[in-house]
């Protein structure tokens, strides 16, 4: 069956905002002497609701409360700021205007929440041409690694899961994306190159390794 849809994570996947993040924590937890555990860090990418919580691990290490709020506004200026440097990741233009030029559906597929993904877009430049943007809004009962999401884009977009390709950098999104039933790319960043991707369909180190024209002729034949 010919493929009609391309459907994209956002975090890590269309803008590197993965690695700002991380190091935003990183950030705030060594200057208080400690180090941030990057494999209970990996259990928070791609979803929401997980049973890591960073500041209350750090307040854990170092043996007393923190001015959470004080903190937190503070980590997050200096995420911003290193986010604000990330453009679309390789490969990203060239499979957004394929699908502009054979009319393929094209979907925002994210657990983070609207207003982030809005933000981003507009300052990319991207935000016109997405024919459904559906996130999770902090409702931990439709974050990935559930298919949830992925099953109300394929009605918004009035395609079937074997009529779209997923593309994904963690495996909370793989494992949300392949729960559908839809073929799944999976393109990890600096974050989650070391991660379980195997249940991907395809693994790729950057979507400008793997042309959209050589993806879509697997379905053509």
């Known amino acids: 069956m010919a493929i009609r849809a391309f459907l ?32 209970r860090w990996a259990t928070l990418v791609g979803t929401i609701g997980a049973d890591f919580d960073p500041m209350g691990h750090l307040e854990e290490l170092v043996g007393a409360p923190l001015a959470r709020d004080a903190l937190n506004e503070e980590r997050y200026a200096h995420e911003l700021s290193l986010i604000e440097a990330e453009e679309l990741r390789p490969g990203i233009a060239e499979y957004l205007a394929e699908a502009r030029r054979r009319s393929l559906k094209r979907a925002i597929v994210s657990s983070s929440s609207r207003r982030w993904i809005d933000g981003h877009l507009a300052r990319l430049e991207e935000e016109v041409g997405w024919d459904a943007i559906v996130t999770a809004d902090h409702d931990p009962s439709r974050a990935k690694p559930r298919p949830d999401l992925y099953l109300e884009a394929l009605e918004l977009l009035g395609v079937g899961a074997s009529e779209a390709i997923a ?21 990890p960043n600096e ?16 979507l400008a390794e793997l042309p959209p024209a050589t993806l879509l002729a697997r379905f053509e034949r």
């Open 191 to 206: 974050v989650t190159r070391d991660l379980d991707l195997e249940e991907a369909d395809v693994l790729v180190a950057s």
């Open 167 to 187: 593309f994904e950098d963690s495996p909370n999104g793989v494992r949300a994306a392949r729960a559908a039933a839809i073929f799944c790319v999976a393109v």
């Open 8 to 39: 994209f994570d956002f975090d890590g996947l269309i803008v590197d905002t993965e690695l700002p993040s991380r190091a935003g924590w990183e950030w705030l937890y060594r200057r208080h002497g400690q180090e941030l555990p990057r494999d």
